[in-house]
């Protein structure tokens, strides 16, 4: 079973490169243990698959990954999340602030996700919506913030969230949780 979690870590190429090299080794040998006879046919075929797998497992470290390249655009950064509270009438509404800079300036939505709820029967009265960012890209290349409104209507819980924000080429931020606390402090 350890040779699986091996497997299972090492990367493609890598996989592709000791192949590679295996198949090329095997398309040498005339004699396996000294009884297994391996045939001029087996050996030829050897050396193409070992060829095959060669180039593909180095080309793999050569080329850039999608979106790692040259002129590829850098994920958002969130340099924080500011709670403030207030009262609309007698409703507690919380509002997030998310703080962040995205260097390429081009990050149009945020995402928000439920992770832990103190009192799940309230799970009910939740509702989520990812929304669109729309601060300038001039101020998102500086410092830009993107506000979240949280209604807790009346419910009385503490809820963790998780906010992820997503540029134009799909890049995403490292998701950074933060609570809410609709318990009326």
């Not at 979690?5 to 996989?15: A, C, H, R, W």
């Not at 050996?43 to 593909?56: C, R």
């Not at 029967?121 to 410092?143: C, F, M, T, W």
């Not at 799909?170 to 609709?182: A, I, K, L």
Request: proline share 5%; net charge negative.
């Amino acid at each position: 079973m350890e040779i699986l979690t091996v497997l299972k870590d090492t990367p493609i190429p890598t996989i592709l490169v000791v192949g590679g090299i295996f198949f090329l080794a095997l398309s040498i040998v005339t004699q396996i243990g000294g009884k297994i006879k391996v045939s001029r046919k087996r050996q030829n075929t050897s050396i193409a698959i070992g060829a095959v797998l060669l180039v593909i497992g180095i080309a793999l470290y050569l080329i850039p990954a999608p979106g790692n390249g040259p002129g590829a655009s850098d994920a958002p950064t969130i340099l924080g999340v500011t709670i403030r509270q207030t009262h609309e009438g007698d409703q507690l509404v919380i509002y997030q602030e998310v703080n962040f800079y995205d260097e390429d300036g081009n990050t149009n939505a945020v995402e928000w996700e439920l992770i832990d709820l103190s009192d799940p029967s309230q799970r009910e009265y939740i509702d989520i919506h990812n929304g669109v960012v729309d601060a300038p890209p001039e101020l998102q290349k500086i410092r830009a913030q993107v506000t979240g409104t949280w209604y807790c209507e009346g419910h009385s819980y503490v809820a963790t969230l998780a906010v992820t924000l997503v540029d134009l080429e799909g890049n995403r931020s490292e998701p950074v949780r933060y609570t809410v606390d609709c318990n009326g402090r």
